[in-house]
């Protein structure tokens, strides 16, 4: 069965850089059906993505964030992460993994919806 | 940036009762519409996508329709379990892929 697990500080201070991983177990993260995803959820507010990869290293950003963030691929440990830098009380958030379906047609793979999540890491912004 | 808005934000259901979530889309987003539950303290779940497609292990109970620009979901009997968020995705134009601001589904 599927897992994703987040780990990392979940603390940073103001403009530092947050860092997480997200371990894929039960399924390889270099299948060509899935792009792997990272979402938040600031505390009581909806959902936003920041970001995907495919197991190629290609990546999709959220345009609101592209600046400030880089996400990796790591095949042989069946991982990957999320750096966002410089970062501020608003992205106090809880931040989730997830698997992000992907369609192949005319060339191109083309991530759809997110079917499995990670458990979510809570990462607060504090001095 | 294609803009998801749901309505209700809060929506008060007896249990057994039938439940009726919209979801609108700023643009025509064709069938590639997704729906999420997500319970108190839980990541959220896919219970929906291509607008009508019950993801794997999702009762029947779950049901949703619409294209373009209007979507439905539709709880048949809301059970104790269902009471929850539900977000609304396009995955139609990205990036970014965006979510609606959720529907909350409470007791009355």
């Known amino acids: 069965q599927l897992q994703l697990q987040e780990s990392g500080p979940g603390l940073v201070k103001p403009s530092e850089t947050l860092s997480l991983t997200c371990t894929v177990s039960g399924g390889s993260i270099s299948s060509t059906d899935y792009h792997w995803g990272w979402i938040r959820q600031p505390p009581g507010k909806g959902l936003e993505w920041i970001g995907s990869?495919?197991?190629?290293?290609?990546?999709?950003?959220n345009p609101s964030l592209k600046s400030r963030v880089t996400i990796s691929v790591d095949t042989s440990k069946n991982q990957f992460s999320l750096k966002l830098n410089s970062v501020t009380a608003a992205d106090t958030a809880v931040y989730y993994c997830a698997r992000h379906r992907t369609y192949f047609g005319s060339g191109t793979y083309y991530p759809y919806y997110f079917d499995y999540w990670g458990q979510g890491t809570l990462v607060t912004v504090s001095s | 940036e294609i803009v998801m808005t749901q309505s209700p934000a809060t929506l008060s259901v007896s249990p057994g009762e039938r439940a009726t979530l919209s979801c609108r889309a700023s643009?025509?987003?064709?069938?590639?519409l997704a729906w999420y539950q997500q319970r108190p303290g839980q990541a959220p779940r896919l219970l929906i996508y291509?607008?009508?497609t019950r993801a794997t292990g999702i009762p029947a109970r779950f049901s949703g329709s619409g294209s373009g620009t209007e979507f439905t979901l539709t709880i048949s009997s809301l059970q104790s379990e269902d009471f929850a968020v539900y977000y609304c995705?396009?995955?139609?134009?990205?990036?970014?892929?965006?979510f609606g601001q959720g529907t909350k589904v409470e007791i009355k």
């Open positions: 990869i495919f197991y190629s290293g290609s990546t999709y950003y």
């Open positions: 291509g607008a009508s």
């Open positions: 643009q025509s987003v064709s069938s590639n």
């Open positions: 995705q396009q995955y139609n134009n990205w990036p970014p892929w965006t």
